[in-house]
């Protein structure tokens, strides 16, 4: 479980394939905190540390993990939103994500506002049902909250802070986020 709030940026180092499986390996500045076995999340995607050596760790990613996420398009040099799991006791400042991508979002504008950003994505249609004005996103791991919400589009608001410390402002129109809808709006969509 994780709350999507960012802990810091990892820049990956190296990608190995394996059969269908993407071994990924990122350095960061909570790379020599981190222990095999742990759960983090990597663009909002949970994925179990295999290795740790220096600051850098490597995590294994599966061929249904890579269909649904944009972590297929990583390339060496690129930045990845990190966050560790939720211990039991901790403040949930962002709202529930457990790490389980649903898909992907296209970046469609990104607007200046006066000090913050205006980010609209386009969504598949299906995927119109899970999102409600002023509900929760994860968007790359990011706990955001939705507004301008239509068919298959919606925007969110970007504060200076989040836009230094995450991997959004790397973001170009035309690049996939990796998308988690709320789960307590996914259980009542299923509902229904």
């Given at each position: 479980m994780f709350t999507g709030?960012?802990?810091?940026?990892?820049?990956?180092?190296?990608?190995?394939?394996?059969?269908?499986?993407?071994?990924?390996?990122?350095?960061?500045?909570?790379?020599?905190?981190?222990?095999?076995?742990?759960?983090?999340?990597?663009?909002?995607?949970?994925?179990?540390?295999v290795n740790v050596e220096d600051?850098?760790?490597?995590?294994?990613?599966?061929?249904?993990?890579?269909?649904?996420?944009?972590l297929d398009?990583?390339?060496?040099?690129?930045?990845?939103?990190l966050e560790r799991c939720l211990?039991?006791?901790?403040?949930?400042?962002?709202?529930?994500?457990?790490?389980?991508?649903?898909?992907?979002?296209?970046?469609?504008?990104?607007?200046?506002?006066d000090g913050s950003y205006v980010m609209t994505f386009k969504i598949d249609i299906a995927f119109g049902k899970l999102i409600v004005e002023?509900?929760?996103?994860?968007?790359?791991?990011i706990s955001l909250t939705l507004f301008g919400v239509g068919e298959r589009t919606f925007s969110v608001a970007i504060i200076p802070y989040t836009w230094e410390h995450t991997n959004l402002k790397m973001?170009?129109?035309?690049?996939?986020?990796n998308i988690e809808f709320d789960i307590i709006g996914k259980y009542i969509a299923r509902m229904m």
């Open positions: 709030i960012i802990e810091t940026i990892g820049e990956i180092v190296a990608l190995q394939t394996a059969g269908g499986n993407l071994n990924i390996t990122v350095r960061s500045t909570i790379g020599n905190e981190l222990k095999i076995d742990q759960s983090v999340a990597h663009n909002g995607v949970c994925l179990t540390i600051n850098k760790h490597i995590v294994t990613a599966i061929s249904e993990t890579l269909l649904k996420s944009n398009n990583l390339k060496i040099g690129d930045f990845i939103n211990k039991i006791g901790d403040r949930l400042d962002g709202h529930m994500v457990q790490g389980h991508v649903d898909g992907k979002a296209n970046l469609i504008a990104i607007t200046s506002a002023k509900g929760s996103i994860c968007l790359n791991g973001l170009q129109v035309g690049d996939a986020v």
